[in-house]
């Protein structure tokens, strides 16, 4: 007998072919898999960027490909396009802010009048210091420049601000990207709202100072007076005095410890951890020095951290660089202090939202096949896909205690690896396994192979699969079937592309964007979730119809 359903067969498809009668499109790597709509493609945006492309798609490819989602999602639905930028921008969910801000000016400038308006009225949100707020003036110039609507939100932003905070703004962020606040004071011009705010806007556009310079203008008096600072005791009693940030101190100043000490102080978080290296370089960290016990302090703060909006890749890449003892761009060199190194690590798993264990029995598995290998997370040197992915697994390994840990490429390795171990030597480890082709099926087949019981299957990938004999989707309804286990499916994107190996019309699938700080809550809820009892008798698709 010929066999037809060797050629055609909807249980075991070879991933270079597309299941018979499923939604899946090609993906960059030759295999097929499941397109996401926009609004995911507008969430993987905002969180992870395009910044460094991937391994498919030039940083310029996938950064079209990207807003050309972005746009559609403004033209389908304006409203909900701005509300989701601001809310993923102002709950910290991701580790830069640019892309909410470039999405933000799209819709300030290409969107319909309702939706203009509503990114006017988000503009304080998203763009919440003077560099968003320029970062946002250069993206809008590429849509079209200045309109009314543009120069009345910007003039709000100025206006809204309490004099003492913008009079802050102003001396920290004073120019950036070829802006300054003289370029958009000018072209928003707006009416001072208080005497305040005009002495501040004629010393942003004129440099002129009242003679008699009210309280709230005391910093920028201040700052004045820096310019002229010689001694590290001058600085240092400004900085004390009038709470002075980093930007205002005169560079030759800047090589002497006591003058960091007087900025410790009172550093914000992020400024903090950007600032480890030369704070070890000048000396003030030192192992037991009372300056680096007030970090450690500060870093397992994590009410403060979670205040700050400090996102774990920022403090990944302050761990992955202060350990280094080096900087990824220029020469300077440090020698790390072990108790700082603890603190990141620590601070790492405390920047993400706190999680409820879901208590089942779940896999996490690892692509760590070639293309993962490609590009960057967020733009930070180093912090490949395959790389980060590891990070992102050991938050859910940190919360469940009934886990195991795989990595695939053209094999399966077990991994020995624990959330007590550091996580710079699991990283570290993990860029060093061997490549291979992408082959997501891998760790279903896997447990039905050893007769494992998982509950949830968490796949970290880019979705480029392509080298197996049967489909994801496939070999998790095989799963099922086999073990009667109504297993899930949960997949997390490392790359801002289109793809996926879940299936849209399963809900025991879910998608989630990686490095979002509510992802590893969201697992969680999502592994907690049972089929309705009605559903029960059907063991190949249990989820199939449920939301």
């Known amino acids: 007998m010929f066999n037809i359903r060797k050629w055609f067969s909807t249980s075991k498809t070879p991933q270079s072919e597309p299941i018979p009668g499923s939604t899946q499109v090609p993906n960059s790597a030759g295999g097929y898999s499941f397109e996401v709509n926009d609004w995911m493609r507008l969430d993987r945006f905002l969180i992870l960027g395009t910044e460094g492309g991937s391994y498919y798609a030039t940083e310029q490819k996938l950064t079209r490909e990207s807003a050309e989602a972005v746009l559609r999602c403004i033209q389908a639905d304006g409203s909900r396009a701005v509300a989701c930028i601001a809310r993923i921008s102002k709950e910290g969910r991701a580790a830069k802010n640019d892309p909410a801000i470039f999405a933000l000016a799209m819709a300030a400038k290409l969107g319909d009048e309702a939706t203009r308006k509503a990114a006017g009225q988000a503009l304080p949100e998203v763009c919440r210091t003077g560099t968003h707020l320029m970062h946002f003036a250069e993206f809008a110039e590429g849509f079209g420049g200045w309109g009314r609507g543009l120069r009345g939100a910007v003039g709000r932003w100025y206006n809204d601000k309490p004099a003492s905070e913008l009079a802050y703004q102003l001396v920290k962020y004073q120019s950036r990207d070829g802006w ?101 370089r000048v000396g003030l960290l030192a192992p037991m020095a009372p300056a680096t016990a007030e970090v450690v302090r500060r870093l397992e703060d994590e009410a403060g951290l979670i205040k700050a909006r400090v996102h774990p890749v920022q403090v990944l890449a302050a761990l992955m660089t202060y350990k280094s003892g080096k900087g990824v761009r220029g020469n300077g060199s440090w020698s790390p202090v072990a108790a700082v190194v603890d603190a990141l690590d620590a601070a790492f798993y405390k920047a993400f939202r706190a999680v409820e264990p879901s208590n089942t029995k779940t896999l996490l598995a690892l692509d760590v096949s070639g293309s993962m290998s490609g590009g960057t997370v967020a733009g930070v040197p180093g912090l490949t896909p395959r790389v980060a992915s590891s990070a992102m697994a050991l938050v859910t390994a940190a919360t469940e205690k009934q886990h195991g840990f795989v990595a695939f490429t053209n094999g399966l390795t077990e991994l020995d690896i624990s959330p007590r171990q550091r996580l710079d030597d699991i990283c570290a480890r993990t860029a060093a396994m061997p490549f291979g082709g992408t082959d997501c099926a891998l760790p279903m087949l896997w447990a039905k192979e050893r007769k494992l019981e998982v509950e949830t299957f968490i796949v970290y990938t880019d979705s480029e699969t392509w080298a197996g004999k049967i489909h994801p989707v496939q070999a998790l309804a095989d799963y099922r079937r086999e073990s009667g286990l109504p297993a899930k499916l949960i997949v997390v994107g490392m790359t801002a592309n289109k793809f996926s190996i879940a299936d849209p019309k399963d809900a025991g699938m879910l998608d989630v964007v990686g490095f979002d700080t509510a992802s590893p809550a969201l697992i969680a809820d999502f592994s907690r979730l049972r089929p309705s009892p009605r559903r029960k008798e059907q063991k190949g698709h249990p989820y199939r119809g449920e939301v």
């Open 180 to 280: 300054s606040n003289r370029d958009l004071l000018r072209l928003s011009h707006p009416k001072a709202k208080t005497p305040d705010h005009q002495a501040l806007f004629a010393w942003a556009t004129r440099g002129s100072l009242p003679a008699e310079v009210p309280s709230a203008l005391a910093i920028v008096e201040a700052v004045e007076r820096a310019k002229k600072a010689t001694t590290v005791n001058e600085i240092v009693a400004l900085i004390r005095t009038h709470d002075l940030p980093r930007e205002c101190v005169p560079t030759q100043l800047l090589t002497h410890a006591p003058v960091w000490e007087a900025l410790l102080e009172r550093m914000p978080f992020t400024a903090l951890i950007r600032n480890l290296a030369t704070m070890t």
